[in-house]
């Protein structure tokens, strides 16, 4: 399949992007590379493969969620840079 630069002003265009007309010929040829690609990968017989997530196997290893002791007031409070006895003190944004 063939990318015209018209295609590729036209896509460009819906993505708001500009291009000069050396790098439009250039993304013609890579776009059309790509769909040529694409051709071929429907080629493939994949009728008998299993669709997966990923191409190696993974797992997938989180931490245990356990509960750890709350950090007390004064400790948060601790490196603020402005605080007031009881919570931080920012700067307003909203007149």
């Known amino acids: 399949m063939s990318v015209t630069n018209d295609d590729v002003r036209y896509v460009a265009?819906?993505?708001?992007?500009?291009f000069s007309n050396e790098e439009t010929e250039k993304l013609?040829?890579?776009?059309?590379?790509?769909?040529?690609?694409m051709e071929t990968l429907e080629e493939v017989?994949?009728?008998?493969v299993e669709p997966l997530e990923h191409v190696i196997e993974l797992?997938?290893?989180?931490?245990?969620?356990?509960?750890?002791?709350?950090?007390?007031?004064?400790k948060a409070l601790k490196n603020a840079p402005d605080a007031d006895t009881d919570y931080f003190r920012v700067p307003r944004v909203i007149e």
């Open 13 to 18: 265009d819906l993505a708001r992007l500009q």
């Open 28 to 37: 013609a040829g890579e776009m059309s590379k790509i769909l040529d690609f």
């Open 45 to 48: 017989d994949t009728h008998n």
């Open 59 to 74: 797992e997938y290893r989180f931490r245990d969620d356990k509960s750890k002791e709350a950090l007390s007031h004064d």
